[in-house]
């Protein structure tokens, strides 16, 4: 078995010492030198201050170390552009990469502290919505460890996504201020500064063919935060740098000698609204102009910032793409791609053609979605007010790009589906189709979804450009994931097999003959009964409703979305319900559904599924004839924090979308990797869950993709299913009549309308039975408690392909074609 110290020793000559006392000394200098307080005055919160400054101070030679081999190796560097970065709290991530956790709980303890009590005061870094930003903080946890020259680029709002609230049911949003008490792990960089320019007027008569001047703008600065990115068992330490929004001008100061306070300051606060909040409510026409204004921002400023750190060792632009990679996370950061032209043809005087040729070997872009009202577009009008250099780029790309087809022969339709404009009623830039015709790769991250990708949104581009078109399934950092979420199953494992699966996860295949041994099950299941008491400590605490660990923990933790199909898991709910009213008597398995998740703030469909599900768990739960054979949670203010308490707990794991409609998915990977059970249907990367796994492993149910398109050009009839289906029936009558909602009966009508007369748009009811059914068996296997926990030991045995250091890998490889840096 490999030590932790062995395998993540330092060999840098550390000026900072690595032992307990060393760590205790350095956790007091900075309470008295950094924080200003003494041991006597000093809060919990100022005590963690000072721990996490004590870590970071570790962590600092490493990267300095690093950047100085990367710029002496002249490496090619990847740029992941991304709106959201969720890494989770950093103080235990970065004593795992120091592998310093026992010495840090030592030191702590000489100093009459708690560690637990500690680390739990740390807040989230509030830095995204959901699963776009955990999977960016995997890809950059992976590309550290394996050594790869990364560097992330996003905004530092200075609210995050809202701290979500319930309040009589409903989502209440309140700002998540999770700077308020400082943030130990940044350095601010106020030499870092770039102008970002809005709106203003383009101006002809540049030198270079295609140029222009882009004058009469309204300014704003960017200014540059880095947080630390450390490797697993390396020195490598990559940067994440977050922009911060500041005015050109602080203050108006004739105003504000006239008394005129508001107005002295307000340019100042509309220029720094910026990286204020993270995606404001774009419902309104302000809201969505912010949206694009952020975009922008950060864009802008991360290229200003890598074509300065190009030219800062290189004469010229020849070597820019094979010392370039920038990666587009969805189409948020699309706007990059005129933006990169402007800076090249307007600022550099590099000529179009090559600017162009440069740009179409420097960008690739990770599509993350199949649903076309989900591809971003941007009016015109908004474009050619606020960015109309922009405008005019995206206009010559375009031109260019459908003169081209036309002398190749392409018809009109083909033009008019491939063309960066819509020019529908409301004209509108089609930002993935300017992704994709400006990336070198286009990859989609699950292998349905690729091929659905080449085969309906993008075929016209698979078409014209062979070989763009390629699959990197998703994958998550097994030591965020397990090592740090489930430490009872990290050592049970570790015992077994050693440590070293934390950077190698097909190593976990050695787990699966142990799931015929008895013993090991057992300590398999008492660690999952651990977990299970955490959480149930923690619903307890935070809702007040009492939950049995001995029960089923049926668990969906993801964003609400109709497309997601919450609402066939509350179908359900109500069905065994239903049931258990009609026989108590029978055997039931007892079970707690676990929901958690947010609704976008401007979403009434999403907020009312939230609004039914506790509604129904205030009649589940207080009606004594169910008698704890059913207790429904809905868990608050879901994050990477709260995801750590639950996904440990899991038994299953509930991943219903829609066939053809979840991309990837990746809270299925971090089930299943923590042993639970999924219950799923043919979607995203469950189709190569159930591959690994087996299909014998997993309850698998419903349509397919296939089956779906099938579906609906037969002419999909939910009413026909709802008059056949007496449970069914049932079920949609209560919501539609007020039996979870008597204090308003027709509170609930919207989401039975849309069910039955509004077409049911992602099938629930077509794949309602097989559902029920499929949860049927879940309560078979449950009942036997042995062979359930097989199963499950056989799950996490199988989770080797999906751990984010393969995906980075064949990211590295086959589209950024980046080395790592020798260290």
């Known amino acids: ?100 956790h026992e010495e840090c709980e030592q030191a702590l303890r000489e100093l009459g502290l708690d560690f637990d009590e500690l680390a739990a005061l740390e807040p989230d870094p509030a830095l995204g919505n959901g699963g776009l930003g955990r999977l960016a903080a995997c890809f950059l946890d992976s590309m550290a460890t394996l050594g790869l020259p990364g560097f992330g680029y996003g905004i530092r709002y200075e609210y995050g996504m809202f701290a979500q609230r319930i309040h009589d049911g409903r989502q209440v949003e309140h700002p998540d201020h999770w700077l308020v008490a400082g943030n130990p792990w940044e350095f601010v960089r106020p030499e870092v500064k770039y102008t970002i320019q809005f709106g203003g007027r383009v101006e002809t008569g540049h030198k270079n063919e295609r140029g222009a001047h882009w004058v009469g703008t309204d300014d704003v600065f960017a200014m540059a935060y880095d947080t630390l990115v450390p490797g697993y068992g390396t020195t490598a330490v990559n940067t994440l740098r977050l922009w911060s929004a500041t005015a050109t001008e602080a203050i108006n100061l004739s105003l504000f000698n006239q008394g005129n306070y508001s107005a002295a300051i307000e340019e100042k606060n509309r220029s720094e609204n910026v990286s204020r909040v993270l995606y404001p409510d774009d419902s309104s026409e302000h809201g969505r102009e912010l949206r694009l204004r952020q975009e922008y921002f950060f864009v802008s400023a991360s290229l200003q910032d890598l074509l300065r750190r190009y030219f800062k060792t290189h004469p010229s632009v020849e070597q820019l793409a094979d010392k370039v990679a920038i990666h587009l996370n969805d189409t948020h950061p699309a706007i990059a791609v005129p933006e990169l032209m402007r800076l090249l043809v307007d600022v550099r005087h590099i000529p179009w053609t090559l600017a162009w040729r440069l740009c179409t070997r420097i960008f690739s872009y990770t599509n993350h979605t199949l649903m076309p009202e989900a591809l971003e577009t941007w009016p015109v009008a908004l474009l050619e007010r606020v960015l109309p250099r922009h405008m005019k780029i995206i206009y010559d790309i375009n031109e260019l790009f459908l003169d081209q087809l036309r002398a190749q022969g392409e018809d009109s339709e083909s033009l008019r589906r491939v063309s960066l404009i819509d020019e529908g009623t409301v004209r509108r830039v089609r930002m993935a189709n300017l992704s994709v015709l400006a990336s070198h790769k286009v990859n989609g991250v699950s292998a349905l979804h690729t091929e659905l990708l080449r085969t309906t949104i993008f075929a016209d581009f698979d078409r014209l450009f062979p070989g763009r078109f390629v699959n990197r399934t998703n994958g998550i950092t097994p030591r965020l994931w397990l090592a740090l979420a489930n430490p009872g199953l990290s050592r049970l494992i570790d015992r077994h097999i050693g440590r070293t699966w934390r950077k190698r996860l097909d190593e976990l295949a050695q787990l699966r003959p142990l799931a015929a041994d008895p013993a090991f099950v057992a300590a398999f299941r008492s660690a999952k009964a651990g977990n299970k008491r955490r959480l149930a400590d923690y619903v307890a605490r935070l809702t007040g409703i009492a939950i049995s660990p001995e029960s089923l923990f049926d668990v969906q933790i993801k964003r609400i979305h109709e497309y997601k199909r919450q609402l066939l898991n509350v179908l359900h709910v109500i069905t065994r319900y239903n049931r258990i009213l009609a026989d108590p008597a029978a055997a039931w398995v007892p079970r707690t559904v676990i929901i958690a998740g947010k609704s976008a703030s401007a979403y009434f469909m999403a907020k009312l599924i939230i609004k039914l599900v506790n509604d129904v768990a205030a009649v589940v739960n207080n009606d004594p004839r169910v008698d704890g054979k059913l207790k429904v949670v809905f868990v608050p203010n879901y994050g990477v924090s709260v995801a750590k308490l639950i996904i440990p707990a899991a038994d299953l794991s509930e991943q219903i979308s829609t066939a053809g409609t979840e991309a990837s998915g990746t809270g299925n990977m971090k089930l299943a990797l923590n042993g639970a059970l999924t219950i799923g249907t043919a979607d995203g990367a469950n189709i190569e869950i159930r591959d690994a796994v087996g299909a014998q492993n997993m309850f698998v149910f419903g349509l397919d993709a296939a089956g779906v398109r099938r579906e609906r050009e037969a002419g999909y009839l939910p009413r026909a299913i709802y008059d056949g289906n007496p449970e069914l029936r049932q079920a949609l009558d209560q919501i539609g009549a007020g039996r979870f909602s008597p204090d308003e009966p027709g509170r609930f009508q919207p989401i039975v309308q849309a069910l039955l007369d509004h077409g049911d748009h992602y099938l629930l009811l077509a794949d309602y039975a097989a559902y029920v059914e499929a949860q049927e068996r879940a309560d078979a296997l449950y009942a036997d408690p042995q062979a359930w926990a097989a199963t499950a030991v056989r799950n996490v045995a199988a989770m080797g392909p999906f751990s984010s250091d393969r995906t980075i890998a064949e990211y590295a490889e086959g589209i950024w074609r980046v080395q790592p840096v020798a260290l």
């Not at 062995?6 to 900072?16: F, G, K, M, R, Y």
């Not at 010492?17 to 307080?37: C, E, P």
């Not at 990267?63 to 002249?74: A, C, F, P, V």
């Not at 950093?90 to 310093?100: E, F, I, K, V, W």
């Open 1 to 100: 078995m490999m030590d932790t110290q062995v395998e993540s020793a330092n060999p840098l000559p550390d000026s900072l010492g690595r032992d307990a006392g060393s760590l205790r000394q350095s956790v007091n200098k900075h309470l008295l030198y950094t924080v200003g307080k003494d041991s006597v005055a000093a809060s919990k919160r100022d005590w963690l201050y000072a721990l996490s400054a004590a870590v970071r101070d570790r962590l600092v030679e490493r990267w300095m170390d690093t950047t100085r081999r990367q710029y002496k190796q002249n490496v090619k560097r990847i740029y992941y552009l991304s709106m959201e970065f969720l890494p989770g709290r950093m103080l235990s991530n970065a004593l795992l990469a120091l592998g310093l």
